[in-house]
């Protein structure tokens, strides 16, 4: 049993607070360098009240990085990861837990080992097949018939090339079924009995079931696709299919130029405006779908 003690509680509180100084201080040196004037924000040393040219600097980073349609790009690359990996781990994990096959603790292991290779490990093999999807069938009728076709397509500059390749989750995977794993086997046996098929089973009793899960992995994801650099940075040379993380190369000043980190600041403040808004309004879901007991 652990005993509280006065001690115990202000140590606690102290960590707290530092914690949450060290979460806040860069949001606070974001919003009041956003707000400074040039020589404000070059002033040594900084200082953390907020201005009065919030307004001016996010005018100028909007304008120079161009971020109406960056922010667009990545809402919408985001958006179809998010959907795409809720849907995609949720629909492997039905079928790992409800489909009786020899193989499918195999596959599981499969899918969770990819856990330890990240983006940047197979981002090589991932982009020659994104920038030639057809090499593979190609090479296959080479080598059977000896006959050279010269089919070619690739998922550069395209919605398709920006997602796709990130849909895949083993972490959504994981923790759906866990949660699966959790239903009682007499729920899977009370729809059958009722005639329920696979897919009404899955769309009717699991997914209402799963809610909290599904939003708490709806917010990591929106997050994860958001923040996507090194991926679009190799997929996109057409400016009309940049991203915000792509677009803050522009917000950067001049090697010999006007060290206007105030713009930066500001338009750094921008983009991190819609996670922190979707963290904000599905936070309490997302705590509940990771620590919640409830079924």
């Known amino acids: 049993m652990i005993q509280r003690t006065p001690y115990a509680d202000a140590f606690t509180y102290v960590l707290m607070a530092l914690g949450f100084l060290l979460l806040l201080g860069p949001f606070a040196v974001i919003v009041a360098g956003a707000s400074q004037t040039v020589q404000q924000v070059n002033a ?25 349609t960056a922010m ?27 489909f009786r096959t020899p193989l499918k603790h195999f596959f599981f292991w499969i899918v969770f080992i990819t856990l330890m290779l990240p983006l940047e490990v197979r981002v090589v093999p991932t982009y020659a097949v994104a ?6 069938i190609r ?23 920006l ?20 239903l009682p086997d007499e729920l899977a046996e009370a729809a059958r009995m009722d005639g329920s098929g696979p897919v009404r089973f899955f769309i009717d009793m699991l997914i209402p ?18 923040n996507q650099y090194l991926w679009p940075l190799l997929m996109i040379t057409d400016p009309a299919y940049k ?3 792509m677009s803050l190369v522009a917000l950067l000043p001049a ?7 105030n713009v930066t600041l500001a338009g750094s403040l921008i983009i991190m405006l819609p996670p922190l808004l979707v963290v904000a309004v599905l936070q309490r879901w997302f705590v509940r779908g990771l620590v919640s007991s409830e079924k």
Do not use: C, H
């Open 243 to 245: 991203t915000t993380m």
């Open 44 to 68: 040594v040393p900084f200082n953390f009240l907020p201005q009065n040219q919030l307004i001016v600097n996010i005018t100028a980073a909007w304008q120079r990085a161009d971020l109406g």
């Open 72 to 98: 667009l790009n990545s809402f919408i690359m985001a958006s179809i990861v998010t959907f795409g990996k809720v849907a995609l781990s949720a629909l492997t994990a039905f079928s790992i837990v409800f």
């Open 255 to 261: 090697e010999n130029g006007t060290p206007d980190w």
């Open 139 to 161: 090479l296959l009728i080479a080598w059977v018939t000896g006959i050279t076709v010269s089919i070619e397509w690739n998922l550069l500059n395209s919605y398709a090339g």
């Open 163 to 182: 997602t796709l390749p990130l849909v895949a989750t083993a972490t959504g995977t994981f923790l759906y079924r866990q949660f699966f794993m959790t």
């Open 131 to 136: 920038a030639d999807l057809f090499e593979p």
């Open 209 to 226: 079931l799963s809610r909290t899960n599904m939003l708490a992995l709806t917010t990591i994801m929106f997050v994860y696709g958001w």
